[in-house]
């Protein structure tokens, strides 16, 4: 991010007005959001493979859906809803 502003300053001081100012600090709070959710999602994953590791009964395969894409986990969860009830 620093390097982009870098060059922009370098490149076209001119157009560095107060909206540029804001894009750039929208960029930046944009890349503190998505870090602490990917932190959080992180944290959320390896709570549950402690407890999948812990709770005996827990079938293994469950702890590899993070590594399939979002649709198979979708049509797991549907199978899954419908086969128990």
């Known amino acids: 991010m620093l390097c982009y ?4 300053l370098v490149f076209s001081f001119d157009t560095l007005d107060w909206h540029a100012v804001a894009t750039i600090a929208t ?10 959710e990917h932190r959080d999602t ?3 994953h ?3 493979d402690e407890l999948l590791k812990a709770e005996g ?3 293994t395969e469950l702890a ?3 590594g399939k894409e979002p649709e ?3 049509e797991h969860r549907f ?3 419908r086969s128990n009830s």
Do not use: G, N, S, Y
Request: hydrophobic share 60%.
């Open 64 to 66: 590899k859906l993070d």
């Open 27 to 36: 960029w930046i709070m944009t890349l503190f959001i998505q870090r602490a």
């Open 79 to 81: 199978e899954e809803r």
């Open 5 to 8: 502003v870098v060059a922009w």
């Open 57 to 59: 009964r827990a079938r």
């Open 46 to 48: 390896a709570k549950l």
């Open 42 to 44: 992180q944290a959320i």
């Open 72 to 74: 198979a986990i979708e």
